[in-house]
């Protein structure tokens, strides 16, 4: 089945940028959606199709997609934002048709 | 507004069966993929299966078929998930969640449940 690869930790300073990685085989070709769960809570859909912000999540937050990696870049980072980050897509090809990525934990220092 | 409410939390013995709800609001719920989605302690997401309610369209994750069943209700707005025998391997907070488009099966999931506790244990 497919797998999502992502860095299991990320620490970043106040005010810094955070950069999560996703690494899957050609995710590039594939459409990828990025998930805050901070914790006790449910996820929160934060990027989807690649780059689109949901309504109410922050301009801070941005995604990329190219050849093996997804990136979810989050800038001027604050302490609010410390929560696991988790990838996703749809994986028409296989019979595990969601896949969600490793998680990273985000620290903010 | 869109609203998944699910049910409370459970505990169980393993061997005991189990039915968990979630309950949708604020829109079409015929249209929309329903997804569910465990979160075992301490660990990551993983997808189990996903409904369309409309008629029924079911799909399991490899992993997770044959060992739970999602059904849908339309009359009642509702998204189902049981276990006939439980484990305590299945201890774990389950989650529904909405995919972003009416219809469409290649989104995110834009609306979530506030997740369900399932506890199995002797």
């Known amino acids: 089945s497919y797998v999502l690869t992502q860095p299991p930790s990320v620490s970043v300073a106040p005010g810094k940028t955070a950069t999560i990685t996703c690494g899957g085989n050609n995710i590039g070709t594939k459409t990828v959606h990025w998930y805050q769960q901070k914790p006790g809570q449910a996820p929160v859909l934060v990027v989807y199709?690649?780059?689109a912000r949901p309504s109410g999540i922050p301009e801070r937050f941005s995604g990329s997609n190219s050849g093996n990696t997804a990136t979810l870049t989050i800038n001027r980072v604050e302490a609010g934002d410390e929560a696991d980050y988790y990838c996703q897509l749809w994986n028409s090809s296989s019979d595990h048709l969601y896949v969600f990525g490793t998680g990273t934990k985000v620290t903010v220092l | 507004e869109v609203q998944l409410v699910q049910s409370g939390a459970e505990v169980k013995k393993p061997g005991e069966s189990l039915k968990i709800s979630c309950k949708t609001s604020g829109y079409s719920f015929a249209n929309y993929w329903i997804g569910w989605v465990r979160q075992m302690p301490g660990k990551g997401l993983e997808w189990m299966g996903i409904?369309?309610?409309?008629?029924?369209?079911?799909r399991y994750s490899p992993s997770f078929q044959g060992q739970v069943t999602i059904s849908a209700d339309k009359s009642i707005s509702t998204a189902f998930m049981q276990w006939s025998s439980l484990k305590a391997s299945d201890t774990a907070m389950y989650y529904c969640?909405?995919?972003?488009?009416?219809?469409?099966?290649?989104?995110?999931?834009?609306?979530w449940g506030q997740g369900t506790l399932v506890t199995v244990s002797s």
């Open positions: 199709d690649d780059r």
């Open positions: 409904i369309y309610p409309d008629d029924s369209d079911t």
């Open positions: 969640a909405r995919l972003k488009a009416a219809a469409a099966a290649n989104e995110g999931f834009q609306h």
